[in-house]
């Protein structure tokens, strides 16, 4: 492992504590990660049907954007009060049925990622979720207001293009979808 800098050795302070945030700072670096240690479930849902290759995203509105979302389903791993011990497969399990209203046979770990190292100490861990049945109207709970979209996996570079000139922000997780395109332009 490279020299750590000056500063790494320093203890984490804790700037201000929300129910879901921590604002933190280690010497000169301030940043944010998830109180409790919550972590997050992201499920990379493939379709595969005798209409072709879909995957599964959702929609929905996020305050610090301002705007929807086009994403992965995702979400928090033990962020129930009353059950805040929870493996990441169940949770992306529960998070998967809840956001699309799709059923896995096969929930396969990918492993663990870090969403924007560079300000953010929050994990996820990745999902790819095969054999899929449609079992609910998904949506999310409460008033999440999400939007599952089914999209064929031969066109979504250019519905992710619609999708964005319609004013859409897209997740970064999204790139796990477009690596190979990207690559070859």
């Known amino acids: 492992m490279t020299d750590l800098p000056d500063d790494a050795h320093l203890p984490e302070e804790i700037m201000w504590e929300g129910r879901f945030i921590t604002a933190k700072r280690r010497g000169r670096w301030e940043y944010v990660g998830r109180a409790r240690n919550i972590g997050a479930a992201v499920i990379l849902a493939i379709d595969d049907a005798q209409d072709g290759r879909h995957v599964i995203l959702v929609d929905q509105y996020r305050v610090p954007l301002g705007a929807r979302c086009i994403e992965l389903p995702a979400g928090l791993v033990g962020d129930d009060d009353a059950a805040p011990v929870e493996e990441p497969a169940l949770a992306?399990?529960?998070?998967?049925e809840e956001e699309t209203g799709y059923r896995a046979a096969h929930m396969e770990e990918m492993g663990r990622f870090f969403s924007s190292p560079g300000m953010v100490s929050e994990s996820f861990t990745l999902f790819r979720a095969r054999d899929l049945t449609k079992?609910?109207?998904?949506?999310?709970?409460?008033?999440?207001?999400?939007?599952?979209h089914r999209v064929p996996l031969s066109g979504l570079a250019d519905w992710i293009a619609q999708k964005r000139a319609e004013g859409y922000a897209m997740d970064v997780k999204l790139l796990t979808l477009l690596?190979?395109?990207l690559l070859e332009s």
Request: aromatic residues 0%.
């Open 92 to 96: 992306a399990v529960r998070e998967l």
């Open 135 to 148: 079992v609910s109207d998904g949506g999310g709970i409460g008033d999440e207001d999400i939007v599952t």
């Open 179 to 181: 690596g190979g395109m």
